[in-house]
């Protein structure tokens, strides 16, 4: 029996809905339909364990197509059977659990599992009619749903801290414990406070990663002085949406630009660093910025509507990731930050860097 939890289900919910519904809706910023920017769906694929399978229509048929043989369903089972699924979604409170109404469906034409294949990087791929161009692009897309719990769009490691020198304090040691051993529910941002009692400033040296500094370099050279200074301030003020981290640090400008005409400094580096991570940027490993088969996103709102944000229409990913993610805290003793330690004679301390999508 298959069994998974609410973002594993939302991926069959998902292939279930955009089959029923024949078409991809794009969203704005603000997980709004954009009425105008419709694309009709031409056919679906979805790698599994067992092969690739094509869904495509005729008439009132969903045609699936796979290893096994050719599969003819009507149209109306799937509408059917997605408005079931998304009502066991909602009402659900189990981590993990079986619905075996929409397994016995699913494979009834060979879909034996929840998720995408591992190895394929997108959990589905569509072909589109853009009525724009005219052409028909296959589109890959991860799933991210707002039925389960919000997915991180970076993850944190040692590979995400942010290296800063203590400067004007020459703390003691005592001073050291004193700072290392506040264990508030705010501690790193009380940690800090109480180095800028003892009279210390913090600048920002480097990454503890080299290659995702030079991974954030290569994006943009400010990049990595732009992500310490707003790294730092999430830990040090009460934001943490990545749009009101940015808005703020545009208006504190601690890079110096020159903001006379109105550039956006600040946001479209960011909205570079966001779209990099979605299509396949890691702090841990070189980046050339060879985008993945992942192109964007599909997002399962929490009423069971769909929205595409895909890189193929760049300005709302850009917005959808800009205004629908968050900074959060992660382990501090698992990732070695928030502690002053010594190195050659000076003092150091990490902050480290997560980012999370809202829900």
């Not at 079931?84 to 981590?95: D, G, N, Q």
């Not at 997108?122 to 991860?142: A, K, N, Y």
């Not at 991974?215 to 749009?243: C, M, Q, R, W, Y």
């Not at 509507?305 to 917005?319: G, T, V, W």
Request: proline letters at 2%.
């Amino acid at each position: 029996m298959l069994t998974g939890n609410k973002g594993e289900w939302s991926e069959i919910y998902t292939l279930l809905k955009i089959i029923s519904d024949k078409n991809l809706f794009a969203g704005d910023s603000d997980l709004k339909k954009i009425e105008s920017l419709i694309f009709p769906i031409i056919k679906i694929l979805r790698d599994e364990s067992n092969g690739t399978y094509e869904y495509g229509y005729e008439s009132d048929l969903v045609i699936i197509k796979g290893a096994e043989g050719e599969f003819r369903v009507p149209i109306t089972q799937f509408q059917e059977k997605a408005v079931f699924l998304l009502s066991k979604l909602k009402e659900t409170t189990s981590a993990t659990f079986s619905i075996p109404e929409i397994e016995t469906f699913i494979n009834s034409f060979n879909c034996i599992s929840l998720k995408a294949k591992s190895s394929v990087k997108s959990d589905i791929r569509i072909v589109i009619h853009d009525q724009r161009t005219g052409t028909m692009p296959e589109l890959g897309f991860s799933i991210k749903s707002q039925l389960g719990g919000a997915s991180t769009l970076l993850n944190s490691g040692k590979t995400t801290n942010f290296i800063y020198k203590i400067e004007n304090a020459g703390l003691s040691e005592s001073q050291i414990e004193d700072i290392n051993t506040i264990d508030t529910r705010s501690k790193i941002k009380d940690r800090i406070e109480k180095i800028k009692v003892f009279s210390g400033t913090m600048n920002f040296t480097q990454t503890e990663s080299s290659i995702f500094g030079n991974n954030l370099t290569l994006i943009d050279s400010a990049l990595p002085k732009i992500l310490a200074e707003i790294v730092f301030l999430f830990f040090t003020s009460g934001h943490s949406k990545t749009v009101d981290l940015v808005n703020e640090i545009s208006r504190i400008n601690p890079l110096g630009f020159n903001l006379e005409t109105n550039h956006p400094f600040y946001s479209y580096k960011i909205k570079r660093f966001l779209t990099d991570i979605a299509l396949g940027m890691m702090p841990s490993k070189v980046w050339t910025g060879e985008l993945d088969t992942t192109g964007g996103y599909l997002v399962v709102k929490d009423d069971g509507e769909i929205l595409c944000y895909h890189i193929y229409n760049r300005n709302e990913f850009e917005d959808y990731l800009l205004n629908n993610t968050k900074l959060e805290t992660a382990s501090s003793t698992r990732h070695g930050f928030g502690t002053v330690y010594m190195e050659d004679n000076q003092q150091f301390f990490n902050l480290n860097l997560q980012i999370r999508f809202l829900k």
